[in-house]
């Protein structure tokens, strides 16, 4: 069994308007010093280890986790702990 | 000529539709659970607002995966007319029958008003009633309608003139007022603004008949055998 994490982040040049919006409080709050805040969403799969696992990782983000149009995607894959 | 409205888990504006189609231009019309797997007798896919599957991980994905998907792209392929109006419209660009995505209203605020529209391209089958450049009234209703796509995908849809309606005064920020766009085959739009609630002026408008006739017009007149 693996542990895949995927983190999915909307494309840079693609307006963030979450990000925009925490970006807005956090300098209301008085950290100026942010630049930019960006959203993503990150995602845990359990995956039953097989022949062609980043390759069929990478086509579920692409069939349906992650919108490639907007959205960029990277994932880690791990031993999962069994408990 | 016969509609069929897709009713996904989640869908809320199926009754809408129906009511414009059935109701308001008199055609044989129906409701179509999703998972019903037989569209060949219908002459036009009508894909309804809502918030199908709850839009749990995007608008529209979960649907645009749903098995009743093959059928309305193999519908659209045949070249017959598949309407998808705002959650209808995120459905068919995350199933990749309209190209460019759905980002978040740019005011992160959900929105639901009167909103005014150009009809830029009035000789597609769904807008051949409308004048060219009209300014007509539909509501709007939506959180994710901030409509996007690559400079490269903007350039194409203007050569082909795939825009078909703008926003006069653009609520969500969309790129080039982007308010609906059409396939370069042109039998499938997708519109975010609602032209199935603006069918009576007890509504507030009934601008939104024009399209509906528009399409059946535009049907009866490559259907119609002349006597």
């Known amino acids: ?17 979450q990000g925009k919006a925490i970006q807005t409080s956090l300098h209301s709050l008085g ?3 942010v630049q930019e805040a960006r959203v993503g969403k990150f995602i845990e799969l359990q995956i039953d ?5 980043d390759a069929r990782i990478n086509a579920m983000c692409d069939q349906l986790l992650a919108n490639p149009v907007i959205e960029d ?11 | 000529m016969k509609f069929a409205v897709i009713v996904f888990p989640g869908s809320n504006c199926d009754r809408d539709m129906y009511h414009a189609a059935k109701e308001i231009i008199k055609e044989d019309t129906d409701l179509v659970w999703y998972e019903n797997s037989n569209l060949e007798d219908y002459d036009a896919i009508l894909l309804p607002g809502g918030f199908s599957y709850g839009d749990y991980l995007r608008s529209g994905s979960v649907a645009a995966t749903s098995k009743i998907m093959k059928q309305i792209k193999e519908h659209a392929a045949k070249g017959k007319p598949v309407l998808g109006i705002c959650n209808g419209f995120q459905i068919l660009l995350e199933a990749g029958l309209l190209p460019g995505a759905m980002l978040r209203n740019k005011n992160l605020a959900f929105m639901c008003h009167q909103e005014p529209l150009k009809v830029v391209n009035n000789k597609t089958i769904f807008t051949s009633q409308y004048e060219k450049d009209a300014v007509i009234s539909y509501p709007i209703a939506h959180g994710e309608g901030n409509y996007f796509c690559d400079d490269e995908t903007l350039k194409e849809l203007q050569e082909n003139n795939q825009i078909v309606f703008t926003y006069e005064d653009n609520p969500n920020g969309s790129v080039a007022d982007i308010a609906g766009i059409i396939n370069k ?8 603004p609602h032209p199935e609630r603006a069918v009576e002026e007890l509504l507030g408008s009934d601008d939104g008949v024009k399209l509906f006739q528009s399409i ?12």
């Open chain 2, 216 to 227: 059946v017009n535009n049907w009866r007149e490559s259907h119609v055998v002349n006597a």
């Open chain 1, 1 to 17: 069994m693996k542990k895949v994490t995927v983190y999915i982040t909307l494309k840079q040049g693609v307006l963030d308007p």
């Open chain 2, 185 to 192: 085959e042109g039998n499938v739009l997708g519109m975010m």
């Open chain 1, 73 to 83: 995607f990277r994932f880690d894959v791990e031993e999962a702990v069994q408990s």
């Open chain 1, 31 to 33: 950290y100026e010093e």
């Open chain 1, 49 to 53: 280890d097989k022949e062609d696992l």
